[in-house]
Each structure stands twice: as structure tokens, then as C-alpha cells.
């Protein structure tokens, strides 16, 4: 079996310091410590005070490049924080605590790690992990909100078990991922420092606590645009109402409803340079939804539809000239001229049309075939191929349309 979990960019020789704070989730650090020099990269590892209270400064000691490193004032360098800073190509802080997102925020430097990520000019990533109270609290959110403007990377936690046998949001992203956003920092890719925001999937719109109205599409083509962008550089975000597994993107924001996929894509939206819209978005919910299971013994209910949010639509009447926008048009007959009608209507610039009547296109298989048209008028038909091939050559032409943009 191939190890999805490995970075898919090679980090030889690219120096990273890890930073490491006081929280629980301090001894995955040590995996993360792991993986990054099984990558090749050449790590250096700062721990806080706190951080000492959970993991021992020798394990990171023995498993990465160089001696772990505590203290401002303890070492034989009389400016331990500078030396670092200015020779990192890379600072990655997992896990990153309120309190050090906190100060990181503020300019706060009072210890070897906050001194460091000041005196950088190297990206700088942070995995916070906390409690759902503390990652919920606006304080956080805004400090994240702070960081993320100065062009820091965010690896959102996920949500699962927490300490102390609660449940939610907070829990330090996997190992793998937090590699593969530091891969992605670094990569050198067509897409390199391009952001990227990928839907995927189909939304489910619930008529009750247990049906929902819903459609074929299985997320496989987003998930391969996903993949494949992350793959050549950028820095992506998966929207996605898919259950896959997602490992080497920068986020991945799960969703169920159009709603919810609306919230997320266009509270994103300007801060990134392209958005792929390849998710089948209902385009009607069941007007009403009950809080309790419909019963059979109530009789037949009669559904009443109404409209969702048309997203692609909105980020057409939004986009800017900088950005790069691509829809997806499903359709089953009069496959060109209805997707061009959409294009025009979407004010897309590029839209993938597939028919998603044939057997080995569109919906739930692994192959897709194409016609992709551009807001130019020119078209292009994509012979059948495997769906991260069309992932490859849809982000070609993405390429070519940002390098146009410039
Ligand atoms: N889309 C969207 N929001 C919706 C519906 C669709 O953002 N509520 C996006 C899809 O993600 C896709 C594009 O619009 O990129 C076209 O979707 P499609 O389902 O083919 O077309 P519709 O606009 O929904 O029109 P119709 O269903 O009538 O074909």
C-alpha cells in the first residue's frame, strides 16, 4: 500500500525550526519532529517552558537535526533568536497555544520561541490545539484572523477527542498534515504561493434529523483538483460535503448543506486566488425540515421546495481581476450550449463541462471527459481520462490564466 500519509514534496536541505508549546497535544509533536526530517529537512527544535512541562527536550534532541533549544539566556550564543530566525527557511509551531498565538499576535517576544518568529522574515506556520471553548473564544479567532492577514499559514485543528475525555474542535491536526502544509510552504511548484479554494462534493439538504435530499456526485473530481494543486504547490482549501480523506491541503473545511458550503466559500473568497467549484451544490431544500424523525403513521408528507444560495454565481458578481474562477456544468443533454449559457450567467472563466449521463463520466466513476469552455468563447474538447489527468490540465490552464493576470 502507498503511504498517503508521506509529504509529496521532497524537504532535503530546506532548515525548519519547530516550535513547541505547552499543550497536551505537545507529544505529537514528536511524530511531527519525525516526519519532517524523514523528509530530509534539517530541523531544529524550540521548546517553551510549558512545552517541558509535557514532552522532554531530549526526545526532540535525539530525533531531530540539532539539540533541542529552551532557553534565550542559556545556551554559548548570546542571540540565539536572531541566528535561527534569519537562517530558518521555514518556522512551524505544532502545537500552537492561545496563549502563543496570543502573543504572537501582539509582537509579545518574552522567551526563545516568540523572539524567533519575530526576528524572521521566513513563512511561518502555526497548528494551534486547544480546548473548543479556547479555539471558539473571539480572542483566538481574532489573533488567528491577525496572523493569517500577515500571510501566516494556519493549520486549522480538527475536531475529535480532546483532553479530558471532552469532544470538538480543537484537536492538533495530524502529523501528516501539518508535513504536508510545511511542504506546501516551501514547495516549488507551477503553483507555488498561488492560494486555492476546491469544493467538492454534493451537499445534502436534511428534510429531517435522518433523510436529506441529495445527488450522485461522490467528490472525486475535487478531491483529485485538491490533490493535484497541493501536489504543484499551492496552498489549498477543500470545501468539501465528501467523506474522503483529504492529507496534503492547507485546510479542508467539512460541510454538509449548501448553506454551510456558501459560508465557507465566501467567507474565504478574498483571500485567495483561484476557486475550483466543482461541487454539485442542490440547487432546492425541502423548505421546511423537522427537528423529529417524519413517521410513516403521520401519512405521505408533502415536500415543499425551495431555492439555495447560488455560490459560483455570487463569487462571479465578487471576483476581482486578479482572481481565477472555475465552475463545473453538469448536464445531460445540449452539453455545450447549456454550460456556456452558464459560464455567461456565472461570469466564470473557465468552465468544465462534463455529461453526466455517460457511464464512465461525471458522477462516482474515476474517469471524466470534458468540454472546457472559457470566457473568451474558444473551446476545448478533453478526451476520457483518468479524473487527476483533467485535474492536471484544468490547473495548466489556470496557470496560463493567472500568468494572463498579471
Ligand atoms: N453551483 C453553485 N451553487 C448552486 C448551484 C450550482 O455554486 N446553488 C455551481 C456548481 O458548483 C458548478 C456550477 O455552479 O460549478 C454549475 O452547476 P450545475 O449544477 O451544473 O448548474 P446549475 O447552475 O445548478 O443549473 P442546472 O441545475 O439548472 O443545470
New binding site residues.
Given amino acids: 500500500m502507498t503511504d498517503t500519509s508521506a509529504p509529496l514534496v521532497s524537504l532535503r536541505g530546506r532548515r525548519v525550526i519547530l516550535g513547541v508549546t505547552g499543550g497536551i497535544a505537545a507529544y505529537k509533536a514528536v511524530e511531527v519532529c519525525r516526519r519532517l526530517v524523514d523528509a530530509g529537512a534539517h530541523v531544529a527544535p524550540v521548546l517553551t517552558d510549558d512545552a517541558l512541562r509535557f514532552v522532554g527536550a531530549l526526545t526532540f534532541s535525539a530525533l531531530a537535526s540539532e539539540p533541542a533549544r529552551t532557553s534565550l539566556f542559556d545556551g554559548p550564543d548570546p542571540i540565539p533568536h536572531t541566528r535561527l530566525g534569519q537562517s530558518a527557511d521555514l518556522i512551524v509551531v505544532a502545537p500552537a497555544t492561545a496563549k502563543l498565538l496570543g502573543k504572537y499576535a501582539a509582537g509579545i517576544s518574552d522567551d526563545l520561541l516568540t523572539a524567533t518568529l519575530l526576528a524572521t522574515r521566513a513563512p511561518v506556520l502555526v497548528a494551534p490545539a486547544m480546548h473548543t471553548e479556547m479555539w471558539e473564544h473571539p480572542a483566538v479567532q481574532e489573533n488567528l484572523t491577525t496572523l493569517r492577514r500577515r500571510g501566516v499559514h494556519v493549520v486549522d485543528p480538527e475536531a475529535g477527542r480532546l483532553a479530558g475525555g471532552d469532544e470538538g474542535e480543537g484537536r492538533l491536526a495530524d502529523p501528516a498534515r501539518i508535513v504536508g502544509a510545511v511542504a506546501a510552504a516551501l514547495a516549488t511548484g507551477d503553483l507555488a504561493g498561488v492560494r486555492v479554494l476546491v ?1 467538492a462534493g454534493g451537499t445534502r439538504e436534511p428534510l429531517d434529523p435522518v433523510r436529506f435530499v441529495g445527488n450522485r456526485s461522490s467528490g472525486k473530481m475535487g478531491h483529485a483538483v485538491a490533490d493535484v494543486a497541493a501536489r504543484r504547490g499551492a496552498a489549498v482549501t477543500l470545501v468539501t460535503a465528501a467523506d474522503h480523506p483529504a492529507t496534503d491541503v492547507v485546510e479542508v473545511v467539512r460541510v454538509e448543506t ?1 448553506d454551510e458550503m ?1 459560508d465557507a466559500v465566501l467567507g474565504r473568497f478574498a483571500e485567495v486566488d483561484v476557486v475550483v ?7 432546492f431544500r425541502p423548505k421546511a425540515t423537522t427537528a423529529q424523525k417524519l413517521k410513516k403513521h403521520d401519512g405521505v408528507p408533502e415536500v415543499v421546495l425551495e ?9 462571479g458578481e465578487r471576483k476581482q481581476p486578479h482572481q481565477v474562477l ?6 445531460t443533454e445540449h452539453v455545450r450550449e ?2 456556456a449559457t ?1 459560464l455567461a ?2 461570469r ?1 472563466d473557465l468552465m468544465v463541462a462534463n455529461d453526466v449521463s455517460a457511464p464512465d463520466a461525471g458522477f462516482e466513476v474515476d474517469t471524466n471527459r470534458a468540454v472546457l469552455l472559457y470566457s473568451s468563447g474558444s473551446a476545448e474538447e478533453i478526451p476520457l481520462m483518468p479524473k487527476p489527468d483533467l485535474a492536471g490540465l484544468i490547473l495548466d490552464r489556470i496557470v496560463e490564466s493567472l500568468k494572463g493576470n498579471q
Fill in positions: 469544493t449548501a456558501a467549484m466543482a461541487a454539485a451544490v442542490a440547487d431555492p439555495t444560495p447560488d455560490i459560483l454565481a455570487t463569487l472555475v465552475g463545473f456544468a453538469a448536464e447549456h454550460a452558464k450567467a456565472k466564470v
